[in-house]
């Protein structure tokens, strides 16, 4: 049971480059989410999903999208990608997302440097 | 907006003494709160997590307590050892899945 797979573990690129963050959970989660984590600082809500076809914003929206396809899969896309994007990504699925308190399941995130 | 705030941001302990980390929350509307655990390089690793209808709820080597009086929540560990070094974030859900985190304690064990 491999839980919650981020790809890829490291990435570099250029201002105004475009790329996609892979998460892929094999538990059968409904919910799912995407956070980004500053250094010396918590997570921040970036997208969450709490079922397939289903999305919805976080804290911090700005500049990325996602989509939920199938219940496995939640890719995150940078349009533009921006220095202030420089960060690490995680990925996390609970049970359920519809006012069901579960503690989510973390990947081991992806770390993202924009030049 | 509201948010979840800790104390202290580096804590270090002695190897075998008993570890608290401390956590204030802003948001009385929370109902559930959640403690992880994150090693350097890794995602954040569940702990224990306790409702609102509870005051503590213990694990192994672990306890929280809710104090929803004084809007606080803590982390005790017992026996702290030196796999315990590591970042803790508490955090809370107060809008059907949306985890609100704190800025994270370090703590440190010393051997």
């Known amino acids: 049971n491999a839980g919650v797979t981020q790809t890829p573990k490291f990435q570099v690129l250029k201002t105004g480059q475009s790329m996609t963050l892979q998460c892929a959970q094999d538990?059968?989660?409904?919910?799912m989410s995407w956070y980004r984590q500053d250094p010396g600082m918590g997570l921040r809500l970036i997208h969450y999903?709490?079922?397939?076809?289903?999305?919805d914003q976080g804290e911090v929206p700005n500049g990325y999208n996602v989509s939920r396809s199938t219940t496995e899969d939640f890719p995150l896309r940078l349009l533009s990608a921006a220095p202030s994007q420089t960060s690490v990504y995680f990925c996390?699925?609970?049970?359920?997302?519809?006012?069901?308190?579960?503690?989510?399941?973390f990947g081991d995130g992806t770390r993202l440097s924009i030049l | 907006g509201e948010s979840v705030g800790l104390h202290l941001p580096t804590l270090s302990v002695q190897e075998g003494d008993n570890s608290i980390i401390n956590c204030a929350y802003s948001?009385?509307?929370?109902?559930?709160f959640i403690w992880y655990k994150q090693e350097s390089g890794k995602g954040p690793q569940f702990i224990i997590d306790?409702?609102?209808?509870?005051d503590k709820r213990q694990g192994q080597r672990v306890t929280v307590l809710l104090n929803k009086t004084v809007k606080h929540l803590s982390l005790q560990i017992a026996a702290t050892q030196p796999g315990d070094s590591a970042v803790y974030f508490c955090?809370?859900?107060?809008?059907?899945?949306?985890?609100?985190f704190g800025g994270g304690t370090r703590l440190m064990v010393k051997p």
């Open positions: 306790i409702r609102s209808n509870m």
């Open positions: 996390a699925s609970s049970y359920s997302g519809q006012g069901v308190n579960q503690p989510q399941h």
């Open positions: 948001n009385s509307a929370s109902d559930y």
């Open positions: 999903s709490v079922g397939a076809g289903i999305t």
């Open positions: 538990m059968n989660h409904e919910y």
């Open positions: 955090a809370e859900n107060n809008a059907g899945n949306m985890l609100t």
